[in-house]
């Protein structure tokens, strides 16, 4: 089992930054893709951005690319979202999840999920 706690969240203006960070415990998860995944109020919860477990590819969603990249650092367990230039549609809750396939099918269908973490954009 894969535990994901995130961490960062909070209140940013638009136009600022902000980064959220995902520490995984439990199975090894080094060699596992991880990723970003958000819920606004009354919407479902859509990708945001993925990494895969080396590091060397990365997957955004179009409304978010150029704006947020995703890193992740092994030696710490951890995935990062550093989030520029957000804007107030970017306001939801952030959940960081893991997956131990390859390729980028798993994004429709998470193994692992964290409980995620409140970012709100102020205008």
């Known amino acids: 089992q894969v535990q994901l706690v995130e961490s960062g969240g909070g209140l940013v203006q638009a136009g600022g930054s902000l980064r959220l960070s995902c520490t995984a415990s439990?199975?090894?998860?080094?060699?596992?893709?991880m990723g970003w995944f958000r819920q606004a109020p009354g919407k479902e919860r859509d990708f945001v951005a993925a990494?895969?477990?080396?590091?060397?590819?990365?997957y955004y969603a179009d409304s978010v690319k150029g704006r947020f990249t995703v890193s992740r650092e092994n030696a710490k367990n951890t995935v990062y979202l550093q989030m520029n230039s957000p804007k107030p549609d970017d306001t939801a809750v952030y959940y960081c999840?893991?997956?131990?396939?390859?390729?980028?099918?798993?994004?429709?269908?998470?193994?692992?999920w964290g409980r995620g973490t409140q970012v709100t954009v102020s205008s």
């Open positions: 999840a893991s997956d131990s396939r390859s390729g980028w099918g798993w994004i429709r269908s998470p193994e692992f």
């Open positions: 439990g199975r090894t998860t080094s060699t596992y893709d």
């Open positions: 990494i895969t477990w080396s590091g060397g590819r990365t």
